[in-house]
């Protein structure tokens, strides 16, 4: 049998392969969680907005509902057709993408945290250089998770493999 890419993926990716029986039902549950918390997160956004308060987390919690509930769709439709690599391509990269919005929210959070504990310190230019050079480094690493997840399904290189393993990882 001839292969051509994209490849069935060779190692287990986050949640092993989903089947029909298990994943299903349990995405569904997940499914409506995450819309609830996507339509209550825009309404609290929106609520703000109109009394001129912009509290940026309501709207990353909002993309991170709806990245995740994007991932559920897409392990839904993986399960029911277990052979299509480019839904399993996009299901993965939603995982990863959601995961990179909750660090994002988790870090700006530290620092408000740490501004509001010890206002010298976390007031000061190098600490807020510091978080800058964070936020980057999220932006960079989702860009980077992307490229790798696509590339583990676009290579037969057993070295490539090991490398986009780690990458993937590493990021998450």
Do not use: E
């Not at 029909?20 to 609830?36: E, K, M, R, T």
């Not at 996009?90 to 909750?102: D, E, H, P, Y």
């Not at 690493?141 to 037969?156: N, R």
């Amino acid at each position: 049998m001839h292969l051509s890419a994209p490849y069935p993926p060779k190692n287990a990716g986050l949640g092993l392969t989903p089947t029909v029986g298990v994943d299903v039902p349990i995405c569904a549950v997940f499914l409506l969680l995450f819309i609830l918390g996507a339509a209550g997160h825009m309404y609290i956004l929106q609520t703000n907005l109109r009394k001129g308060h912009k509290f940026i987390m309501s709207g990353l919690m909002f993309g991170f509902c709806m990245a995740r509930t994007v991932t559920c769709i897409m392990r839904i439709v993986w399960a029911c057709y277990p052979h299509n690599v480019k839904v399993a391509i996009a299901a993965q990269i939603f995982v990863n993408a959601g995961i990179l919005i909750l660090l994002l929210i988790n870090l700006i959070f530290a620092q408000r945290i740490v501004r509001a504990a010890h206002p010298h310190f976390g007031w000061h230019r190098a600490f807020h250089f510091t978080f800058m050079v964070l936020y980057v480094l999220i932006l960079l690493m989702l860009a980077t998770i992307i490229t790798a997840t696509v590339q583990s399904f676009y290579t037969l290189n057993p070295n490539t493999h090991r490398i986009d393993l780690d990458i993937q990882r590493a990021t998450a």
